[in-house]
């Protein structure tokens, strides 16, 4: 390690500093620039956080669970992004799919098959599942019990660091487009790897004991989970080609909620 003091750059607070842009280069210097790990005047660090350690962090109790059970128990719970320099973007999960493992022809895993690419699909309950589309965007998802079986995270409501889930979002997209609304920040997978800069690296990593990404229970709500009336049970979006599998209703997400990504009328009528 150098003893070269490192320039210091602050998160924006504002909506003013956001609409300026950066590149994205400069907002990810921003969320690892703190190496040394102290906290400068300014940061928002969890209130959960103690030498403790996180008494509403969820475990691998949470995660082992049959998938579909999974998808609906992370609805409202709370995903946390803790960066080198102790911000935390926080979003709380609204819309969530299962993909069910070998039997599922719209998986990964279709037919039990293990890949260099997939393999995060294969290990325990819990294990984060990066993987790339269209070349340049990221989804999240995370293996449950089940060979090949895990859950994607599909939407949050972005709860805390939204100026600096802006400056993420707009380094990615072209010059001159309008500005986001909160809704927009998170209400789609890929949007919200981008709002809450979830990197590739993540793959294979451990939900349940990883330092800079987790999931929390949401205080305000509490133990109790989205009662059914709450839940709405919806056809997965992307996967027309897959026959039968197309139309099952594996998406699941809470009901009349702004960030859901897409709305399904007629799912909402018969759940």
């Not at 995270?153 to 805390?160: K, M, N, S, V, Y």
């Not at 790897?193 to 349940?208: K, S, T, V, Y």
Request: aromatic share 6%.
């Amino acid at each position: 390690m150098s003893g070269r003091k490192r320039t210091q750059i602050s998160v924006p607070e504002s909506e003013d500093q956001v609409k300026k842009g950066v590149s994205l280069r400069q907002v990810r210097s921003t969320v690892h620039d703190h190496e040394s790990g102290d906290v400068k005047p300014g940061t928002v660090k969890s209130q959960y956080f103690s030498k403790e350690g996180y008494p509403q962090r969820l475990g691998e109790e949470f995660f082992n669970q049959p998938c579909i059970s999974l998808a609906k128990a992370f609805l409202g719970k709370v995903l946390v992004r803790r960066s080198a320099c102790g911000t935390e973007l926080r979003g709380r999960v609204v819309e969530t799919e299962a993909y069910l493992g070998g039997e599922d022809k719209a998986s990964h895993s279709a037919g039990g098959k293990c890949t260099e690419r997939n393999t995060a699909m294969f290990m325990k309950p819990g294990t984060i599942y990066v993987y790339p589309i269209y070349g340049i965007y990221l989804c999240m998802n995370v293996s449950s019990q089940g060979e090949g079986a895990a859950v994607l995270l599909r939407a949050l409501e972005p709860l805390h660091g939204l100026p600096l889930m802006r400056q993420l979002r707009t380094a990615r997209r072209r010059e001159g487009a309008r500005p986001l609304k909160d809704k927009e920040l998170c209400n789609g997978p890929s949007k919200l790897c981008q709002a809450l800069d979830i990197p590739r690296c993540f793959d294979r990593r451990d939900l349940a004991s990883e330092p800079e990404v987790w999931l929390e229970r949401d205080p305000q709500i509490g133990p109790q989970e989205p009662g059914l009336r709450e839940v709405v049970s919806a056809s997965r979006i992307g996967i027309d080609s897959h026959g039968e599998w197309a139309t099952k209703p594996l998406r699941f997400y809470l009901r009349g909620h702004h960030c859901v990504s897409v709305v399904d009328k007629q799912a909402e009528t018969e759940s």
